[in-house]
């Protein structure tokens, strides 16, 4: 089940000219392509039928590295987007810490 967006707080998002991750965006990707080609190795690992543990074990794998992006991207977020809309203040500051708890909430439950 998914949380409700916050479509006033995501619409706005999507306005800003600039997001908290572009000056890593080429590190980011790197490590996305990275974890694809984990996943088609899992892919190959079932085709082939290698053994269950060893299967397991990469994606245990492809999980941490997904989680360190994910975490990445958070801080990003935190340090850019909500510290930016918490120095504005108002109601765009509420609806960022609000998003940015939810975002929390989801990976914790991950």
Not at 54 to 60: A, E, G, H, N
Not at 78 to 93: I, K
């Amino acid at each position: 089940m998914t949380e409700p967006v916050d479509e006033q707080a995501h619409d706005h998002a999507q306005d800003h000219a600039q997001h908290g991750y572009i000056g890593d965006k080429k590190a980011y990707l790197a490590r996305l392509k990275r974890i694809e080609g984990q996943a088609r190795g899992l892919q190959r690992m079932v085709e082939d039928e290698k053994y269950c543990i060893d299967i397991l074990t990469q994606i245990s794998a492809m999980t941490k590295a997904l989680e360190s992006v994910a975490l990445g991207l958070l801080d990003d977020h935190l340090t850019h987007c909500v510290v930016d809309a918490a120095a504005a203040g108002g109601p765009e500051a509420d609806a960022k810490i609000k998003e940015a708890s939810a975002a929390i909430a989801r990976l914790v439950r991950s």
